[in-house]
């Protein structure tokens, strides 16, 4: 196999994981040329999904506390809000809980040992689990939801 040109290589590293043939660490330059380029490119998209996660969690929470304290007020302290806030801020759980997975999975992208694999899908599994879940809760509270609009 002709080894590929550096340039061919670095590119080829980010866009394909580092999995072209005919790079060897001669064609990159340095042991690790491309692996470089493609770990730093990682570890922004790592750090951009994590603060993706944090913003719609810190949001989704803000907006729940508002609708909460508005709603109490207009109420005058009496009855506790509906459970539309809480769907609310479920469905930010939820959609929080996809970014932290994928910025999960990015993470093992780039030469992942035996043990990161493992505690990858061990996270995996919870995350999905507790989506799942997640997901069944708000789907059931927005059908009970929706069948006291229809009957009422």
Known sequence: MIPRPRWVCLVGGVLALGLLPG???AAAGTPSGYD???SSLLSALIFLANLAGGLVVGIGTVRA???FVRDLLQRHGGEVPKEAIRL???RSLAL???FQLGADILGTAV???LQDIAT???IAVLRTALNYFLGRELR???SRDSGRSVTT
């Open 88 to 90: 609310s801020l479920g």
């Open 23 to 25: 790079c060897t660490s």
């Open 96 to 98: 929080a809980l996809e």
């Open 65 to 67: 506390l508002v609708l």
């Open 36 to 38: 470089l380029v493609l």
């Open 140 to 142: 059931d509270a927005e």
């Open 111 to 113: 030469n992942p040992s």
């Open 120 to 122: 990858l899908a061990a």
